[in-house]
Each structure stands twice: as structure tokens, then as C-alpha cells.
């Protein structure tokens, strides 16, 4: 069974940077396609950006390109996102995901649900 935990997130004023962790356990992480998604209040989850097993390719949302940066350490089983220039409507609970789907790509991952989830970390940017 794999487990996704996140952490890094908090309350942050507008255009500060923050970066997101999520560790994973229970699998081989070298081998999942893995991807960021965020939930905002009253408003549906949407995919954030995701990246390919060896790190090699990456995806994003329109909304982030150029100000998030999503990366992986798999000698240490760990997912990062990196958020610059940080937006009030950047608030919303991020979500580590993995894909277990053996033919997966950080482009499928851009409309394919993943198979693993974390709880979540809330992220909140005051204007």
C-alpha cells in the first residue's frame, strides 16, 4: 500500500515562495509517475503539474507555468513542488498523487486520475 505525506504548507503573503514536500512510502517510487493537484474552496480539484518516473518531463497547469517547479529525489522517495510569485487564488489544499498505471506520462497525467493520494497540505496566500 503506498502512503503519501505532505507537509510545507502555511500562510504566506502574496509573491513569497513556498515549497512542498511529499514523502512517500509503501511502493517503488522510482516507478510512478507522480503529480501535484490543488482544491481550492468550493471549488473542484485540478491538476497542478506532474512529472515522469526518471524526472525527465514535466507537466503544468496553464495557471502556475512559470511560477512552479515540480521535481522528485528518488534516492530519497520524495516529491517537491516549488511555488514562486505566490497569488491569493494559489490558495487551496495541495495533494500529492501517484500513478500506478504501467503506461503512464506526465502528459496523461494531465487528464488521467492517479491511483494514490495524500491528505494534503493546506496552502494560504493573503493579499
Known amino acids: 500500500q503506498v502512503q503519501l505525506v505532505e507537509s510545507g504548507g502555511g500562510l504566506v503573503q502574496t509573491g513569497v515562495s513556498l515549497r512542498l514536500s511529499c514523502a512517500a512510502s509503501?511502493?517503488?517510487?522510482?516507478?510512478?509517475?507522480m503529480a501535484w493537484f490543488r482544491q481550492a474552496p468550493e471549488k473542484d480539484r485540478e491538476f497542478v503539474a506532474a512529472i515522469s518516473r526518471n524526472g525527465g518531463t514535466t507537466t503544468y497547469a496553464e495557471s502556475v507555468k512559470g511560477r512552479f517547479t515540480i521535481s522528485r529525489d528518488n534516492a530519497k522517495n520524495t516529491l517537491y513542488l516549488q511555488m514562486n510569485s505566490l497569488k491569493p487564488e494559489d490558495t487551496a489544499v495541495y495533494s500529492c498523487?501517484?500513478?500506478?498505471?504501467?503506461?503512464?506520462?506526465?502528459?496523461?497525467?494531465?487528464?488521467?486520475?492517479?491511483?494514490?493520494w495524500g491528505q494534503g497540505t493546506q496552502v494560504t496566500v493573503s493579499s
Open positions: 509503501g511502493g517503488t517510487f522510482s516507478s510512478a509517475v
Open positions: 498523487a501517484a500513478y500506478s498505471q504501467p503506461f503512464m506520462t506526465a502528459t496523461r497525467a494531465m487528464s488521467d486520475m492517479p491511483r494514490y
